[in-house]
């Protein structure tokens, strides 16, 4: 079966669409992954048996004008191809997607990463969820299967679409992963103190301020943002502002394959999403369960989604987001107690036995074979 990817985003930061490319490829399926691509970057290339093809864009940062030339230069690419399932990642590419199915025979998954009505970004601009908003109603209706990240968000896509008679739940789970022994040591500051670490995109709404306050009441702790993105400047601002400059290093975004084993030295994992939007409020991130395959402990939200697999599997603490004291104390509690840390770690690497990519594709692939006897 012929299964094109596509995602406005770039591929090689993309965890949940790289597994879901390369565990299909393994089953025999031909994959094509259509993503944006950076100045200087090659247009075609294959990786572990995928075809990417990287469209560029003038407009690549951001804005309106990156969306409109983005889904244009997609249409122009796909009308010329032979399509049977086109996994759209993301409400930004489903644009092009309905006017080439107008046009063209063939199945859609719409992969919908976050819950869009939702977004925080949409909460500062009216308009902009208005038009947006629209375009997902119309789309809608050549959906074959809608994929989401968690229980509670595919609960509210089956209520806004009662229609849509195929929503499933694909987690945001890691490939099974040893972290190296030998990890490159260059990534991480060289500290005695206990090493925190907050990984992906910094973006208002995920605790990062309150983290970095934090700060100034914890002694013998180092705080490490790994990621990057729109508030890194206020970020950068607040450290300063606070003299954190020997406290908290940034250190960018670092590669896929580098991620558990440079996230595996650290002593505590963090996941600080605030309700500041109902998509955060049902949030199930990567990181989450990425800090999990890596074995460390986890301080994360008091967010149903989250504390459920807290409880369930003993990975670590919740705490309130938006209590800056409340983060120090429950950081303080657990880097305090040894014993408490192991049993963290351990309780982590027999969930990454379960929580694994290799077990939640087995669902993946169903929902192509089930497309595939329609």
Known sequence: ????????????????????????????????????????????????????????????????????????????????KRLQIVHCHDLWTLPAVYLLR??????????????????EIFNRNRIRKKLWMLAEQIAIKKVDVLITVSDP????????????QKIEVIRNLPQKERPSESPNDDILPKTSDKLIVFQG????????????ESMTLLDNAHLVLIGGGEIENDIRERIVYFDL???????????????ITTTSRADLGVVLFEKTSLNYTYALPNKF???????????ASNLDTLTEYLDTYGLGMSVNPEDV???????????????????????????????????????????YENIKRR
């Open 1 to 80: 079966m012929d299964i094109c990817h596509l995602t406005i985003n770039f591929i090689d930061y993309e965890r949940r669409i790289k597994n879901q490319a390369e565990s299909s490829a393994e089953s025999g399926h031909s994959i094509k992954v259509v993503s944006l691509g950076k100045p200087g970057d090659k247009s075609a290339v294959i990786q572990n048996g995928i075809s990417i093809r990287r469209i560029t864009t003038p407009f690549f940062k951001g804005g309106p004008l990156k969306f409109i030339h983005f889904n244009l230069k997609v249409f122009l690419l796909l009308f010329y």
């Open 102 to 119: 107008i046009i063209k025979k063939f199945n859609i998954v719409y992969d919908a990463h976050e819950y869009y009505e939702g977004l």
């Open 153 to 164: 968000i595919a609960g509210l896509y089956q209520k806004k679409y009662p229609d849509l």
């Open 201 to 212: 995109h910094f973006k208002p709404g995920r605790g990062l301020m309150q983290l970095i």
């Open 245 to 259: 400059q020997s406290k908290v290093s940034l250190i960018g975004y670092i590669p896929t394959e580098q991620l």
């Open 289 to 299: 369960f990425e800090y999990i395959m890596a074995g460390i402990p986890i301080l």
């Open 325 to 367: 004291e409340d983060i120090a104390q429950s950081i303080k509690i657990m880097l305090s107690d040894e014993n408490k840390l192991r049993e963290w770690r351990n309780n982590a690497r027999k969930a990454s036995r379960i929580l694994n990519w290799e077990n939640e594709s087995i669902k993946m692939n169903q929902i």
